[in-house]
């Protein structure tokens, strides 16, 4: 469970505050998936960054009684003058579990041959992604934190294999979404919340938040 009561965030811009979450006050329980719609600059990388305890609120408390994963895209862990095979095996004991396992789960999702073995600074931003990726998906946790769906890879193998490895996770993990667009929120979750100057509406069904943010967008 990840609960959020009263709470506030907001940046000052040097001229006005803009702000993000206005007295919010929601949770999201373990089996229940949640997709967040908002539009781009509304706040939902700082909003996954405050559950995933990255970004502190200025106001109310964040209550989390499950584990929790780093944002996918999150290479915050990740030493980029190590190889993958030694960032695997260092996060993989960091989490507790087994560096072979990890290492190996890794290095067959992202499929990218030798620079497997090569500093992780010198991988293009998709073989980046895929290697996040694959490392977020090769830990356990109950709930998954994603912002805007699927990584930024075109290959479409990885995507492929890739898919498949998470709707698997999300048969028994929660998954936490947040996105400019409803279809890439479809895929994850029945309910939904609405993200608008500061102000995050929860609705039961991804139909009803859709008609607002349609509604809002709109107008
Ligand atoms: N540290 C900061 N200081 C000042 N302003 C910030 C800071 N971090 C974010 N912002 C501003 O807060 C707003 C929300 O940022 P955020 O990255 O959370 O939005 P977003 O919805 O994820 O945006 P996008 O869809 O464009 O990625 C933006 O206007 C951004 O410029």
Redesign the pocket.
């Known amino acids: 469970m990840i609960e959020f009561e009263n709470v506030s965030k907001s940046?000052w811009?040097g001229r006005t505050r803009?702000i993000?979450l206005n007295q919010a006050t929601f949770r999201v329980e373990l089996g229940n998936s949640l997709g967040i719609l908002?539009s781009?600059?509304?706040?939902?990388?700082?909003i996954i960054n405050m559950m995933a305890g990255l970004e502190q609120p200025d106001e109310g408390t964040i209550r989390r009684s499950s584990r929790i994963s780093f944002p996918l895209g999150f290479m915050g862990g990740v030493i980029s003058r190590h190889s993958a095979t030694e960032n695997a095996r260092y996060i993989a004991r960091l989490y507790g579990l087994d560096p072979d396992y990890v290492e190996s789960f890794c290095r067959w999702l992202c499929d990218i041959g030798e620079y497997f073995d090569m500093p992780v600074g010198t991988y293009s931003s998709g073989m980046r992604s895929r290697f996040s990726f694959a490392l977020l998906l090769a830990l356990e946790f109950d709930i998954y934190l994603i912002d805007e769906g699927m990584p930024a890879s075109t290959d479409a193998e990885f995507n492929r294999k890739a898919g498949a490895v998470l709707r698997q996770r999300l048969q028994e993990a929660t998954v936490i979404v947040v996105s400019?667009q409803a279809s890439t929120l479809e895929k994850f979750c029945k309910q939904a919340a609405v993200l608008k100057n500061g102000r995050l509406t929860v609705f039961d069904t991804l139909e009803e938040a859709k008609r607002l943010y349609d509604y809002e967008t709109q107008g």
């Open positions: 940046f811009t803009k993000i908002a781009n600059g509304a706040g939902k990388t700082t400019h």
